[in-house]
Every structure is written in C-alpha cells, then in structure tokens.
C-alpha cells in the first residue's frame, strides 16, 4: 500500500483569523460505553494549520494570534465558519473564539 499523501492547504486566513482542522469527536464514554455516530457531539477541539496576520481594531489596537501553527486548541462550541474543502472539513474561527491551547503533558 502506497502512504496517502497529505494535500497542502493553499489558503491564508485574513486578519485576526485561524484555520483550524476538528479533531474527532470522542466515540467512547470514561466508562467505556461506545456511543454511535449520532450522539456525538460536534468536537470543540482542533489542530491551528493557518494564522492570519495580527488583526488592528478600529480604536487602533493590535490583537496579536494567542496561538502558533501546530498548536491544538479548545475553541468555543458555536465560533468559527465551517468550510468543507476538497471533502474535508475546515473550521475558519476568529483569534477570540480560542478559549484554550493543550499545554504538553
């Protein structure tokens, strides 16, 4: 079997924004019950593939991007804009709906 390639995601966010990559959902409970596909719930966690560039505010501050390429993050439940591109799914979501990034265990 030949190793599938992983495509190049041609796309640069604009100003103050992410392109996040979902993580999967969690199919099984801490207790070890295995949940079927239709009571998952949407995944609130994802890996960051694109940073835009700093986002300047009308009052003339500059928000800086709390995260870095690479860096797997917990955002909020209804932020961002998914975006279904070459049949994967995307989520483009804004500097401030980062709620969390993974630290190293």
Do not use: C, H, R
């Not at 392109?19 to 719930?41: D, H, N, Q, R």
């Not at 928000?63 to 870095?68: E, F, G, L, N």
Request: charged content about 35%.
């Amino acid at each position: 079997m030949a190793a599938e390639k992983k495509k190049k995601l041609n796309l640069k966010p604009t100003s103050g924004y992410l392109i996040l990559e979902p993580l999967e959902a969690e199919g099984k409970t801490v207790s070890g019950i295995y949940l079927p596909e239709s009571a998952e719930e949407k995944p609130q966690k994802g890996k960051v593939l694109a940073v835009g560039a700093d986002e300047v505010t009308e009052k003339g501050v500059t928000k800086k991007s709390p995260v870095k390429i690479g860096d797997i993050v917990v955002y909020k439940k209804w932020g961002g804009s998914e975006v279904k591109i070459d049949g994967k799914e995307y989520l483009f979501a804004k500097f401030e709906d980062i709620l969390a990034v993974e630290t190293a265990k």
